[in-house]
């Protein structure tokens, strides 16, 4: 049965290893959320809100945004913001998913991000990346 967490406060909760398959998460404030290893196929992920949280090794097979599909993300520096095109946005600038992922490491130096958070940004990169190519 698909569990509905939609709109629930999750900030800060540890998810690790959670299985959240088909999880009704629009709206979930997950800020700073650890879902390391968490298994999303098929959750509703619209509106959800990722800022900080812990994205490593989750499964995202079948993750649904719908077509106005918005996932936001934070750690520590600027927002980063994708809207279901093939575009990422980090602060002020905007690129392709493509782009980013081909300079995220370079940039992330330029404006003195840590290596930990172009590790993080990085991350949700590779997740819209996997999003994005999953709905296209």
């Known amino acids: 049965s698909m569990t ?4 629930t406060n999750l900030s800060g909760a540890n998810l690790s290893g959670a299985d959240l398959s088909g ?15 968490a298994d999303l196929p098929g959750a509703y992920l619209f509106r959800a809100n990722l800022s900080g949280a812990n994205l490593s090794r989750v499964d995202l097979t ?12 934070q750690f520590n520096k600027h ?3 994708y809207f279901g095109n093939a575009e990422i946005r980090i602060g002020c600038q905007t ?4 782009n ?3 300079n995220y490491k370079r940039l992330g130096k330029e404006y003195n991000y840590s290596d930990e958070e172009i590790a993080q940004y990085g991350n ?3 997740i819209v990346n996997k999003i994005h190519n999953k709905g296209n």
């Open 62 to 73: 079948g993750v649904i945004g719908g077509p106005s599909i918005k996932l936001e993300f």
């Open 95 to 98: 690129n392709t998913i493509e």
């Open 23 to 37: 999880a009704a998460l629009s709206g979930t404030n997950l800020s700073g959320a650890n879902l390391s290893g």
């Open 79 to 81: 927002i980063a913001s």
């Open 4 to 7: 509905n967490l939609s709109r």
């Open 100 to 102: 980013w992922l081909l």
């Open 124 to 126: 949700f990169i590779e």
